[in-house]
């Protein structure tokens, strides 16, 4: 089983990135994906989620109307387009993957993919 996050890197504030997420090992279409995010000191906080077939999505209010989350069943891809990022932003990003009616510790998770918001 492997999720493994790309996309992250350095942006001035204001601007914008996209990752990716890609999954393999398991029958992606069967989990939900979130994102979470890590900055030292501090708890992985979720910062969006979406449902198995992307109907249904969730997102922080901190990113509300900023992020937006997506996948792509065919390609076992799940997308995290981020835009206006300030440096309140600047985190570790993971990838989760949450399989229904589970305990969380069976969770799959990235090892995750820095994000710098800096000028």
């Known amino acids: 089983v492997q999720l493994v996050e790309s996309g992250g890197g350095l942006v001035q504030p204001g601007g914008s990135l996209r990752l990716s997420c890609a999954a393999s090992g398991f029958t992606f279409s069967g989990y939900s994906i979130g994102w979470y995010r890590q900055v030292p000191g501090k708890e992985r906080e979720l910062v969006a989620r979406?449902?198995?077939?992307?109907?249904?999505?969730y997102y922080a209010d901190s990113v509300k109307g900023r992020f937006s989350i997506s996948r792509d069943n065919q390609k076992n891809t799940v997308y995290l387009q981020m835009n206006s990022l300030n440096s309140e932003d600047t985190a570790v990003y993971y990838c989760?993957?949450?399989?229904?009616?589970?305990?969380?510790?069976?969770?799959?998770w990235g090892k995750g993919t820095l994000v710098t918001v800096s000028s």
């Open positions: 989760n993957a949450h399989l229904y009616g589970t305990d969380a510790s069976t969770d799959y």
């Open positions: 979406i449902s198995r077939f992307g109907i249904n999505t």
